[in-house]
């Protein structure tokens, strides 16, 4: 009987999370990192040390593909800097990786998306919104979503993993609400901000990971599933509650910063497909 999902990136921001929901799930999660870090994963959770963008990788050294359920591709090198030359150095070797599952006998596969394959978006983000990105991380998610729709959607279940604005375990990112805290303990008591007014579609990322754990094991499940909230709301006011909720002694100071010119006045996941899968799943609580 098929019981492992494979989890790549597993030790990131997202994998961690990712790991833990699948294990909740009931399956044998297999976490493959680079480089194994204390603390970084359960103690409970397998943990294989391999480079799955390295040529020649092989999936028989995590294990053997007739025992495997998925495979959840979120490895990701540079996911906060979204200009990184490293989206486009690395692309051919993320193509690579999932066309060499299909090949290895894996039925289902999964992959982490960006809202920044959308670009400039004025409303809801559908399966059907057309994608034209301004970054190179945008870029490089989009090229390879359409690239492997084409060369695997057809040889096995492929579903693509659209994920929009990540907060929580807020220690671990890069966001504004790392900075945040950093900033807090530093001691100062004014943040430099934005004007506040791009909607955004936001996450805390054990959420993120429940929602990738259902819909990437979801037997039949394929294509384009927005991983989110489907739910708008100012960057401000998502800010302001953060620094309530952490009771931190800092004022914004609106408008020291330009918003920037990529970012769409609102832009959020329609999410009736994952609410639908995690009202059925072991999380309906998280719906």
């Known amino acids: 009987m098929k019981n492992i999902v494979v989890i790549t990136g597993a030790g990131g921001y997202v994998g961690r999370h990712v790991t833990r929901a699948v294990a909740e799930l009931g399956y044998e999660a297999v976490a493959v990192v680079r480089r194994h ?39 990701w090198q540079d996911g906060f800097v979204h200009n990184a030359p490293s989206h486009l150095a690395r692309l051919s070797d993320h193509y690579r990786f999932l066309t060499s599952m ?91 901000f934005t004007s506040g007014r791009t909607l955004y579609d936001f996450i805390d990322v054990a959420e993120l990971g429940r929602q990738i754990a259902v819909a990437a094991t979801a037997d039949g499940v394929t294509g384009i599933v927005n991983v989110s909230s489907g739910e708008p709301e100012s960057l401000a006011s998502r800010v302001e509650r953060f620094i309530a909720e952490n009771r931190l002694d800092i004022t914004l100071q609106y408008g020291a910063f330009p918003d920037r010119p990529y970012d769409s006045p609102g832009i959020w996941g329609e999410a009736g497909k994952i609410r639908a899968l995690m009202a059925r799943s072991r999380f309906p609580h998280s719906v």
């Open 37 to 75: 870090r204390e603390g970084d994963l359960d103690m409970a959770t397998r943990v294989v040390e391999a480079d799955v963008l390295a040529p020649g990788f092989d999936i028989a050294t995590v294990a053997a593909s007739d025992q495997i359920e998925a495979v959840i591709h979120l490895a």
């Open 102 to 192: 299909v090949d290895s006998g894996i039925h289902r596969i999964a992959a982490l998306g960006s809202m920044h394959e959308i670009g400039y978006w004025e409303g809801a983000v559908t399966a059907e919104t057309p994608t034209n990105p301004a970054t190179l991380y945008g870029i490089a998610k989009d090229a390879l979503r359409r690239s492997a729709m084409l060369s695997i959607a057809d040889r096995a279940e492929f579903v693509w993993l659209r994920a929009y604005y990540i907060l929580g375990d807020d220690r671990r990112n890069r966001s504004i609400f790392a900075k945040l805290l950093e900033a807090s303990d530093r001691g100062e008591k004014v943040f430099p």
